[in-house]
């Protein structure tokens, strides 16, 4: 009798260890629709709203395969990063991947002929694919975000699709700005420092003794109003970097600035578009970096509450939505290594906020499919 209990339980261990392997439900993308034919009635015609929901439609990908697993190939990769334990006001944005991509429902790649340029940024060289989510702790910030930067590894780790370029690039869904800071550390082993083009309403440069009653602890200290002081310090940023869209107050009125340039950052405000118009911006923002490999970080509170209510930390006097992508299109030709939206999820009807994020995540993909990166 007692042998017999021993194997039971041995069994039941053993498929609880089983038990552990993550299996991620099948999303049918739009290209992988399933065809039915029921008599006359043909239901093989793709909709935007069947199946599970991934970035404008794109195949799902299990780019965060373990070891062994076999991984179908692509060059650029759509990464959710749900993570907002690192703000200063409203959390929220843990929603935001999930918000962008129920944003983007009705881009269809087939059907993503752009107006302006006549090109189709889905049926380019680049093979484009939804990856899901990096599994990310809500309870403790570290934990998480080691586990963010152990997700970019491997997604960028993985070899690209085209034997030309054999660093696929990544487009992190936020999440808070904090989620950053993983990008910018995976992103450095690949391609050495990079200028950073960072829409914000806010400076981010914040140092760590300051922000939120300054040095509370070390773990307090990583938060969306710091990503880019420590991406200094850990030297993963060059000095040609650039803020837009700044028009939030500072904390300190010499102090901030001061720092914000010992972080490699010039500033171009919000209000700078009205004397300069869009060109302008453009070309402010371009001259910077040079001919630098660049990160384009986009927090969506760059926009003004109008365009974009739903976020952490609204700021008015914001640019308009059409404004931030006319001046995105026209960052054409910058060597784009990595990207990401910020945005979280609490929305009005509308889903004003998540239909600009997703517009802003296809400005981002045609500027690395217009320019492919080879490793540095
Ligand atoms: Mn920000």
Redesign the pocket.
Known sequence: MGVLYLILILLHLHLLGAARDITFPPVSGYAQQPVFDQGEIDVSTGSAFLGLTTYANLPYVHCLAGKGEEVEKYDIAILGAPFDTGVTARPGARFGPRGIRQGSQRIVPEDAWNIYTGDNVFFDWAKIVDCGDAPLTFLDNTVALKQLDASHKIVSGRPGNSSDYPTPRIITLGG??TT?LSALRSIYTHFGEVSVI?F???L?TWDPKVLAGGGISHYAGVN??TFLHIAHEEGLIRNTSVHAGIRAPMVRPRGDLKNDVRCGFDIVKAREIDRVGVNGIIQKLKKRVGESPVYI?V?I?VLDPAFAPATG?AEVGGWSTRELLSILDGLSGLRVVGADV?APVYDNVGETTVLAAAEVVQSLLVLMVETPVAKR
Do not use: A, E, Q, R
């Open positions: 808070d700005h950053t960072h914000d309403s806010h981010d969306h109003g970080s927090d509170d930390t910020v």
